[in-house]
């Protein structure tokens, strides 16, 4: 089910009247008719797949239990590595294993050698890379002793399953969002209200924005070859607009409706493309990744090579970035996109101060002389989705080459067209979000006036149902 469809529509106000009017009183029945829509949210798209989600929540759940009731350590490490190597490998197989079948055969071919071309043909369950990573960071956070496991098997199953994060995100934590499902919500009109204007905004970014920059991304990246330098360039512009027109409209309306249920969560975006550095962008671009990233794979490999000093924090760095561009697909143009941002990490880990993490702990306020260092960020970015967005990394080279070798032209058609005003649009939300304005408390006039003028600019502009969300892929 997709919230951009007409059955979302009839689904989230029945669950809303269900939730508040019949289960109001009882955090328990809250719980399990959340977990009943969430399991009817995802089995929409797929019913089969509703085992693997399930099977998956009950065996981090069994070994949570087992990993924290265990006495002595060998135990926990062997439960721990159970979970790990189940989550690892049901990921591996759904999403990996034709991608490296493929690059095997290929590389015998390359050596000489003959091989049989023989793959399956796998459907990726769609939300696996997510649900799979709220599993494995929940688990890890009891071996460690980070947090207690919870004996509430629904509590925990929704966890897992909640359905405005479950295919897309943010990547929860269990530290953050159980507290929340194991208390009674009370309705909170104001709560609400933000809910409504944020997932409003989320339908905006994503149905007038990124669905409008599709067309003209895919006609760019379609048509690459017949077109100049200039037009390419507006073509990773455009990408660039799209993406997070669409993944942080997705948050936005994943926060907005979990709003009206009375549940928080995590800020997933903050102002990514107003960055002056790469670093600082992963601290803003897709935030719950960046911080589990951190947390379970950077922090951990650069414990382990701290001896070996910058070089060290280096492998640490391109062992992370690569781990995030295969997570983000099973295709070498992802493994080269995480690989690029990676080596633009050099910088901030060889000078005098050395990088201290993956992505930076304080905020600090932007100037009008940070401009220069947020086009060049900006401009490293695009550069960077030319890889994500490429059907493959042949197409992204020659996308690159032609960028660099054709004449910087712009076709009339790019440059005259009305939906260049979302370029400039997108950077003054982000600036408007910034100061607050879309946040604060609003007399009722203000409020149903921005509320009409979205919805009016949403049904008369929008795409609806024709574009999927793209981090649905991953």
Not at 176 to 187: A, D, I, N, V, Y
Not at 403 to 416: H, M, N, Q, R, V
Not at 429 to 446: E, M
């Amino acid at each position: 089910m997709l919230f951009n469809s007409a059955s979302f529509l009839i689904f989230l106000p029945v669950v809303f009247v269900l939730y508040w009017f019949v289960c109001g009183r009882y955090v328990r029945s809250q719980n399990l008719l959340l977990l009943a829509s969430s399991y009817v949210f995802y089995g929409w798209w797929d019913w089969r797949f509703l085992f693997l989600l399930i099977f998956s929540t009950g065996l981090d759940y069994f070994t949570g239990l087992k990993i924290q009731d265990a006495k002595d350590p060998r135990w926990k490490r062997i439960w721990l590595w159970i979970s790990v190597s189940a989550n690892l490998g049901f990921l591996g197989f759904f999403k990996y294993f034709n991608f490296f079948v493929d690059s095997a055969i290929r590389l015998l071919e390359t050596l000489g050698m003959q091989a049989n071309p023989w793959s399956l043909k796998i459907l990726l369950p769609v939300g696996i890379s997510f649900y799979t990573f709220h599993g494995l960071s929940y688990v890890i956070d009891i071996y460690y002793g980070r947090i207690t496991p919870t004996r509430n098997r629904t509590d925990y199953s929704l966890f897992v399953s909640y359905f405005p994060l479950l295919v897309a995100g943010p990547i929860e934590r269990a530290t953050h969002l159980l507290p929340q499902l194991e208390k009674r919500r009370t309705f909170d009109d104001k709560l609400a209200i933000d809910g409504l204007r944020l997932a409003l905004w989320g339908f905006f970014k994503k149905l007038v924005i990124a669905d409008t920059m599709a067309v003209e991304v895919d006609r760019i990246f379609g048509g690459y070859e017949q077109y100049g330098g200039g037009n390419l360039i507006l073509g990773a512009v455009y990408f660039a607009i799209q993406v997070y027109g669409d993944f942080s409209g997705y948050t936005d309306i994943a926060r907005g409706i979990s709003r009206l249920f009375g549940i928080e969560l995590l800020l997933n975006f903050k102002f990514p493309y107003l960055s002056r550095s790469i670093p600082e962008f992963w601290g803003r671009w897709h935030i719950s990744l960046s911080s589990w990233l951190n947390d379970y794979v950077f922090t951990p490999v650069a414990l382990q090579l701290r001896d070996r000093g910058r070089n060290g924090m280096f492998i640490a760095v391109m062992t992370t970035f690569l781990v995030s561009g295969l997570w983000h697909g099973a295709a070498w143009h992802f493994v080269a996109w995480g690989g690029l941002h990676g080596l633009l990490y050099l910088p901030y880990i060889y000078r005098k101060s050395g990088l201290k993490g993956l992505v930076p702990r304080k905020e600090v306020p932007l100037r009008l002389r940070d401009i220069p260092s947020i086009l060049l960020t900006f401009m490293l970015v695009c550069v960077g989705y030319i890889l994500f967005r490429a059907q493959d990394m042949e197409v992204a080279v020659k996308y690159l080459g032609g960028i660099l070798s054709s004449p910087l032209s712009f076709d009339a058609y790019f440059l005259k067209s009305s939906f260049n005003i979302f370029i400039p649009l997108t950077f003054i939300i982000d600036l408007v979000h910034r100061k607050g304005y879309l946040t604060g408390r609003y007399s009722t006039w203000f409020l149903v006036t921005e509320f009409s003028i979205l919805t009016a600019l949403i049904l008369a502009l929008g795409n609806f149902g024709s574009v999927e969300f793209i981090y649905f892929q991953f």
